[in-house]
């Protein structure tokens, strides 16, 4: 079973503290009466919230079932990463900063992060709908 301290022993962690930095410049960035940056914004949630759901069961299931859920999983992280992306440049078009987006690295590389911020902010969204 894996616990926070394990996790951030693994390559390409990230850390509750940097995903909550992340967060937050993001937050301060966003100009939410701008349409396309709503409808951005909405897209990228919900393939967050997409995804950790299936990233979340991943342990409960075996193998029969990782192999049935993987594409999913995978289409919901590359969906994640797609918004994520068209959210950053719509910051730069606006005149608005998207260093947040450039915390993660690399794309390819850093996957896992990425994944790890949606099941992040899967999170925040989660305790500020009780």
Known sequence: MYDYTSYLNEKYNLPFEESLQIYDQLMTTLNFNDADTKMLWNKMI?????????????????????????????????????????????????GKSAAWRKQFGDEKENRKRIGDFACFVAYIYGINAR
Request: net charge positive.
């Open 46 to 94: 919900e393939s967050a919230m997409n995804y950790a759901a299936i990233r979340s069961n991943w342990l409960l299931l075996n193998t029969g079932g990782r192999s049935e859920k993987d594409k999913s999983r995978t289409s919901n992280h590359n969906s994640f990463i797609t918004w994520l992306n068209a959210l950053g440049r719509h910051q730069e078009k606006s």
